[in-house]
């Protein structure tokens, strides 16, 4: 039983030391990142990502996720939805577009994997998103709502 006790122990903490020392190096997790950033609208494989850091697939996945918190493909696709709320927000392009720019397969895969991160559709996100702006230039483009004399700088 002592020895079953002491094996558990060592085991422990033999666990623990890897959680803290096998993440990736720092230049493999830039190159990963910024190859994932640089090839968002495409699809990229794991083992293209392990590949080029010269690690085995399994691995590379592993490292990543101590380094990073998330697996490779939670981390893609993560930045897949971020990119993808900067171009509804910033740019007219349809939605249709913006998954194919984000790298989606289609727009249906798009808005599903996006309503599940942000719990609303793509579609309802940019209506939220493009109601808030007018109000608040609204408000700005309205000097001639302040008294006489007085003059409102922007």
Do not use: Y
Request: positive net charge; hydrophobic residues 35%.
């Amino acid at each position: 039983m002592a020895h079953f006790q002491q094996n558990a122990v060592s085991a422990s903490a033999t666990q623990t030391q890897k959680k803290t020392t096998g993440g990736l190096s720092p230049w493999r997790e830039t190159l990963a990142k910024q190859l994932i950033l640089d090839h968002l609208d495409e699809t990229l494989e794991v083992t293209e990502l392990a590949r080029a850091c010269a690690l085995s697939r399994s691995h590379f996945s592993r490292a990543f996720k101590c380094s990073t918190g998330l697996s490779p493909q939670d981390w893609i696709r993560r930045q897949r939805i971020a990119r993808a709320k900067q171009l509804i927000q910033n740019t007219d392009l349809t939605l249709t577009q913006i998954s194919l720019e984000c790298g989606f397969c289609d727009q249906a895969h798009f808005s599903h994997i996006f309503t599940r991160s942000e719990g609303v559709s793509p579609f309802a996100w940019r209506c939220r998103t493009v109601r808030s702006l007018p109000s608040l230039n609204s408000k700005r483009s309205q000097p001639s709502a302040a008294p006489t004399g007085v003059h409102l700088t922007l």
